[in-house]
């Protein structure tokens, strides 16, 4: 059984206007001395963030409880300095070139990265599996990589910027794309070939150590674990589980693959990158790419091959029937982005402001 860990970023509006509140420094403050549930708190790039990771799980059950008890947590100490805590992939509204958090690796990013700041007030959700070393780690790395896309459908979670719908379900994905190193991870020969290619990286484009190195999926350098960065911020614990479950079972299913000399599935790159592009905008209401046939195939046929492939894992776990309904809520109540536009047809910001606030620790 892997264990498996989750990293989820939030974001503080005001309420009124949806725009970024900074008080992520007076938050973290408050909920670092409090609480042993919430001693993995840490600042995020902006002053208006925050961000969370999870002890090591082994059990769906026992994430599932953390990541409620953390939402409503954060949620009360929200309410208490008047603003709202979001999972959102990015915010309804932006105010000018945002305060950067007060750190001095957050102002080297915002050197380096000069006019993309004020568009980087993005929100992710990030998930770790445990791997047995680095090289089984890059194996399965090879095999994962083009099941991203489909991911990303699953989690698309941010359709506005500035006011207006994008067009985009994941507007977020848009912005990392102007990033140095994003996207679907290149294939590797070995760990020595994937540690190579890291280190020249370092000092080019904004790429001022290996922490800066934001591919969709990675091998951190500090946990034995494979990263999947690909999914935008989520609104609920619920919609979190699912894309956690789905990642463990895809990655324990990658290193058997690897184990087992079963080839990676052979797509181009250039296709790879247009199907997570397509992915971005389309989220599961469309087509999207299907990594096996390399063709454009339904949502709900894509999203099966998925299943299909990490059958195994998920049923050795007893996950079926759990991935089951919540793949059926996703569907039932649509992703983050569909129900962000949904809301803001029925009721405008103060009925977008309502779902955020309600869906933070929504449990069903």
């Known amino acids: 059984m892997r264990t498996f860990g989750i990293e989820e970023e939030f974001i503080f509006l005001k ?35 925050i961000e969370r990771s999870t002890p090591v799980f082994e059990r769906f059950e026992e994430a599932s409880a953390d990541l409620l008890a953390f939402r409503s947590r954060l949620a009360r100490a929200a309410l208490s300095r008047g603003v709202l805590a979001a999972g959102v ?37 990030h998930v770790h599996v445990g791997i047995p070393n680095r090289e089984a780690g890059v194996q399965a790395l090879n095999r994962v990589r083009v099941w991203l896309p489909t991911l990303l459908a699953l989690a698309v979670n941010s359709p506005f910027w500035r006011g207006a719908d994008t067009g985009f379900s994941s507007w977020r994905s848009v912005h990392m794309r102007r990033w140095s190193t994003i996207g679907c991870p290149p294939l590797f020969t ?79 790159p250039e296709l790879l990158d247009a199907g997570l592009w397509h992915a ?38 007893g996950n079926r029937d759990r991935i ?18 949904a809301a803001m047809r029925a009721g405008g910001q103060s009925a977008l402001a309502a779902l955020l606030e309600h869906a933070l620790t929504a449990h069903d």
Do not use: K
């Open 15 to 49: 309420p009124a206007t949806l725009q970024p509140a900074n008080v992520g420094d007076a938050v973290h403050a408050e909920l670092l001395g409090r609480a042993p549930i919430s001693r993995f708190v840490s600042h995020e790039f902006l002053a208006s963030q």
């Open 280 to 317: 971005a905008r389309e989220g599961v209401e469309s087509n999207l790419l299907n990594p096996v046939s390399g063709t454009l195939e339904g949502s709900t046929a894509v999203t099966d091959a998925l299943l299909h492939y990490c059958g195994d894992a998920i049923d050795e776990v």
């Open 89 to 125: 992939g990015a915010p309804f509204q932006t105010e000018g070139w945002p305060e950067v958090t007060d750190v001095e690796r957050y102002h080297t990013v915002e050197s380096e990265f000069r006019g993309l700041v004020p568009d980087h007030l993005i929100n992710g959700l």
């Open 190 to 268: 070995d760990a020595a070939d994937y540690d190579r290619r890291i280190r020249q990286l370092v000092g080019v484009g904004g790429t001022y150590d290996l922490r800066t190195i934001w591919w969709n999926a990675r091998l951190p350098l500090e946990h034995p674990t494979m990263e999947i960065r690909v999914c935008d911020a989520q609104l609920d614990a619920p919609s979190t589980l699912l894309l956690a479950a789905l990642t463990r079972a895809l990655v324990t299913t990658a290193l058997r693959d690897s184990e087992t000399d079963v080839a990676p599935i052979d797509i181009a």
């Open 324 to 341: 089951q309904t919540l793949l059926a809520r996703t569907r039932r109540l649509g992703t983050g982005a569909e129900r962000q536009r």
